[in-house]
Every structure is written in C-alpha cells, then in structure tokens.
C-alpha cells in the first residue's frame, strides 16, 4: 500500500501562482504513472496532469500552458507548479495512480481570490 501526503496549497491571487508536493511511500511510485486531481466544490473529481515514470506528461486543456507537473523517483515526491491561476483552479488537489489508485490522502486546498 502507497500512502500519499499533499502539501502546499494556500490562498493567492488571480495572476498568482503556486508549487504543490505529494509525497508518497513505498518503491512502486517509481514504476506508476502519477496524476494530480482536484475536486472543486460540488464537482466531481477530476484528472488535471499526468507523468509517466520516465516524465512524459498529459494535460488537461484547461490548464495547459499554465501547470506543470513533474517527478523525482529518488525522493518518491510529485510536484505540480501552477502559474496564472485562475478562480476557476479553486478546489482540493490530489495525487494518485492513473492505471493503479491507492487510498486517496486528504489533498491540499487551492483558493484563488482576489
């Protein structure tokens, strides 16, 4: 079993941005594809980045251009650098598997206000 911890979120700006972690447990994160979710308030969870072990990455179109996730196996860590967000990017952010879940963690909240 992975265990994964979020960590990083706040309140900033519209224009602003914002640098999350996940740390996780356990050697298999090396051998996952990883993802970042975020569940905005009376929404469903969704897929925003994607990374496969050996870092090629998958977006969402929405946020294109703007996060960008990457990975260092070494240290079992996920990071998701979000620039210009947007009120819109408001939600809890999570990480997971893609083609294999563990249990969801507590995820990171991401207010954006003016």
């Known amino acids: 079993q992975v265990q994964l911890v979020e960590s990083g979120g706040g309140l900033v700006q519209p224009g602003g941005s914002l640098s999350l972690s996940c740390a996780a447990s356990?050697?298999?994160?090396?051998?996952?594809?990883m993802g970042w979710y975020r569940q905005a308030p009376g929404k469903q969870r969704e897929l925003v980045a994607s990374?496969?072990?050996?870092?090629?990455?998958n977006y969402v179109d929405s946020v294109k251009g703007r996060f960008t996730i990457s990975r260092d196996n070494a240290k079992k860590t996920l990071y998701l650098q979000m620039n210009s967000l947007k009120a819109e990017d408001t939600a809890v952010y999570f990480c997971n598997g893609i083609t294999q879940q563990w249990t969801w963690g507590q995820g990171t909240q991401v207010t954006v206000s003016s």
């Open positions: 356990g050697s298999i994160f090396s051998f996952r594809i």
């Open positions: 990374i496969a072990p050996a870092g090629s990455t």
